[in-house]
């Protein structure tokens, strides 16, 4: 199911890119995605019913949610439609979402999906390789000096254009495997040599790679000395990420930090911090299943910091979201925060 898990994040990535919504019904998910589904598995007798399946299954992933009430899913922290260290053929990337053949850069003209992809090694000056969690990719062009076009642009500006950065490293002929998704954080020049030997102006970015909702997991009963400790790594994620910004919902430039929901999760001990109620039920790994809520979105310049979230139960999550109270349930939440010793 690992093909159709991949296909179907693609399309639930395309369209909250082409209507800037984070919700979707299945009906509406079908008219637009059937027939790339169909094109993508020729040999699939009931397609239709595959995607309900699917979609089960990312809720299972809590990549997604559903709304019972309005038959709608929440798109949530979807995973790349690529999974790390597999193999795939440049054909078939380019088959299913476009992007120019051939290019180290190759925005896709269908998907909201930039590919970067390279070989290892130094061959005409492209020195790509990480420097601790940070991956240096040199920009597009042979010869003389790099502009800030073109793929180039497209790198810079990918979370302004609602794209996500997929990193494949060249393997055999024909053949990549994907590294990860990554984010833009800065550029810099460096003289290296072109195609010709010559010396150039080469634009050198700086990618740092994004997390996902389900990279965050639940934690067991810790001690003073552990919360302290998941507190520092909390905290130091959101220092790791001033400076940075992002300019639309629809990117995921500013994934939820698993250190900070992390330590949410274990400060709230299991007790809902919206209702003061033990968590309704155990996940399937046995731990109290609380729901981490930012109260001032990513999106609207809210920090990915202890002190702008809360552990709620199924409930009081979405309470703030769709109650007729939520406007006055998420100030009744901030003042609490407010209170916390953190």
């Known amino acids: 199911m690992s093909r159709w898990r991949n296909a179907v994040r693609a399309e639930l990535l395309r369209y909250r890119a082409s209507t800037d919504q984070t919700r979707v019904t299945r009906q509406t998910l079908l008219r637009q995605s059937l027939d790339a589904l169909r094109e993508r598995f020729p040999d699939a007798t009931t397609p239709e019913q595959t995607l309900s399946r699917t979609l089960q299954e990312l809720r299972d992933r809590e990549e997604i949610s559903f709304d019972d009430d309005d038959g709608v899913y929440e798109i949530q922290g979807l995973a ?87 990193l494949f490293e060249m393997a055999d002929a024909g053949e990549v495997s ?83 929901r992390s330590f949410i999760r274990a400060y709230a001990d299991g007790v809902c911090e919206g209702c003061d109620e033990p968590a309704p039920f155990r996940a399937g790994d046995g ?3 609380l729901e981490v809520h930012h109260l001032h979105r990513r999106a609207d310049g809210g920090a990915d910091d202890p002190s702008n979230v809360v552990a709620l139960c199924p409930n009081c999550h979405r309470r703030r979201h769709y109650g007729r109270d939520g406007d006055s349930f998420s100030q009744n939440l901030i003042a609490y925060v407010e209170s916390r010793p953190f």
């Open 287 to 289: 731990e109290p299943y």
């Open 178 to 260: 994907f590294v990860g998704e990554y984010a833009y954080a800065d550029y810099f020049r460096q003289e290296l040599p072109d195609a010709t030997g010559d010396r150039r102006s080469a634009l050198r970015f700086e990618l740092r790679p994004v997390a996902t909702d389900r990279d965050a997991q639940t934690v067991p009963d810790l001690g003073d000395e552990q919360l302290e400790r998941l507190y520092e790594e909390a905290t130091g994620s959101n220092r790791d990420n001033e400076g940075r910004e992002q300019t639309r919902t629809t990117t995921t430039t500013y994934s939820r930090s698993a250190a900070v």
């Open 80 to 166: 790349p439609p690529f999974d790390a260290g597999e193999t795939y053929t440049c054909v078939r990337i380019h088959d299913h979402y476009g992007g120019k053949r051939q290019a180290g850069i190759a925005p896709s003209a269908s998907y909201p999906f930039v590919f970067l992809f390279y070989a290892a090694g130094n061959d005409y000056g492209y020195e790509d390789g990480f420097d601790g969690d940070t991956f240096v990719y040199t920009g597009e062009g042979r010869t003389s000096d790099m502009e800030l076009t073109h793929g180039n642009k497209a790198i810079r500006d990918h979370a302004s254009d609602g794209r996500h950065l997929y």
